[in-house]
């Protein structure tokens, strides 16, 4: 059964903080890994990675994926307030499809 | 503003209720989605459309009815719900349906609940 998986469910850190989060998966025929920033209720792109030990960063935020080990993680450094929300993690496999993980909530806190 | 609306912004109907959920895109897009999002689920993809062609329902209940009149418009036709279909209904779109457009654009979503 093709599924992603995200770690931690929720994370709650004082401004300052770095956070690591993660997602593995297991899919026929990967394609892309997509990550979503989901604040109030629409999901924003974030980034799409399709080659292993490729770093992808914007800003404080950055994005590297290992197909070997079929997972992605996601690093926010010096968090803000700002930076709470819900981040989604999506992969695309096959032809056309595209599963999503539950998600991981980030608070954070001053 | 990711290009891509959606009306309304909450919706509470009763069970025997009729009501439309709308969806516009202003980005030139070919494929439009319906999404649910049901608290601590995935995503689930509900229906695609891809150049106004329907291309893909995902055992999607009846009581759910998508319209495609044109690439830029998509709507979602509700009767009869039950109250496990509250939820956020998302729309989006992406460039083309398929390989190399896993970039989807989101738009803000229908929050609905159904009594």
């Known amino acids: 059964e093709d599924k992603v998986v995200q770690s931690p469910l929720s994370l709650v850190v004082h401004e300052g903080d770095t956070v690591t989060l993660n997602c593995s998966y297991e899919?026929?025929?990967?394609?892309?890994l997509l990550w979503y920033k989901q604040e109030k209720k629409a999901p924003t792109f974030l980034f799409m990675l399709t080659s292993s030990g490729i770093e992808k960063k914007s800003g404080r935020l950055s994005s590297i994926l290992d197909k070997k080990e079929l997972f992605s993680i996601l690093n926010i450094t010096a968090t803000q307030t700002g930076d709470s929300a819900i981040y989604l993690c999506a992969v695309g496999y096959n032809t056309d499809k595209l599963i999503f993980g539950t998600g991981t909530r980030l608070q954070v806190f001053p | 503003e990711t290009g891509v609306t959606q009306t309304p912004r909450h919706l509470v109907m009763g069970m025997t209720n009729k009501k439309s959920l709308k969806c516009e895109q202003h980005?030139?897009?070919?494929?439009m989605y319906w999404y649910k999002q049901s608290a601590k689920k995935p995503l689930e993809l509900m229906f695609v459309y891809s150049l106004e062609e329907r291309v893909e329902n995902n055992s999607v209940p009846s009581r759910f009815s998508p319209e495609c009149p044109n690439s830029s418009h998509l709507f979602l036709h509700l009767h009869t719900l039950q109250p496990e279909d509250s939820a956020l209904y998302l729309c989006?779109?992406?460039?083309?349906?398929?390989?190399?457009?896993?970039?989807?654009?989101f738009g803000s979503g229908t929050q609905l609940s159904v009594l």
């Open positions: 899919v026929t025929n990967f394609r892309s």
């Open positions: 989006a779109s992406s460039q083309e349906r398929g390989q190399g457009n896993e970039k989807l654009f």
């Open positions: 980005l030139g897009h070919n494929a």
